[in-house]
């Protein structure tokens, strides 16, 4: 019967290794989304004034975030 408990312990304490091993990766892969998310975000910003121009032979326009919203939640 110990040998049991010890058993299910050990797959317990795996289990909780392997969670929080899990939520680090989501929390590096959210933080690699916003750089790629900022990133694509301000060449379209770029390419987007560029089309105005080239549409209304001028003007001036802008891509960006409002209110600090957290695009990948």
Not at 19 to 46: H, P, Q, T, Y
Request: with cysteine; glycine share 16%.
């Amino acid at each position: 019967m110990n040998e049991g408990f010890v058993l299910l312990s050990e797959e317990g304490n795996d289990v909780r290794e392997g969670k929080n091993r899990l939520f680090e990766v989501i929390e590096e892969m959210d933080e690699e989304m916003r750089k790629g998310l900022c990133e694509r975000l301000s060449e379209m910003g770029g390419h987007f004034e560029c089309v105005l121009e080239g549409l209304f032979g001028g003007g001036r326009g802008e891509v960006k975030v409002r209110d600090g919203k957290d695009l990948v939640k």
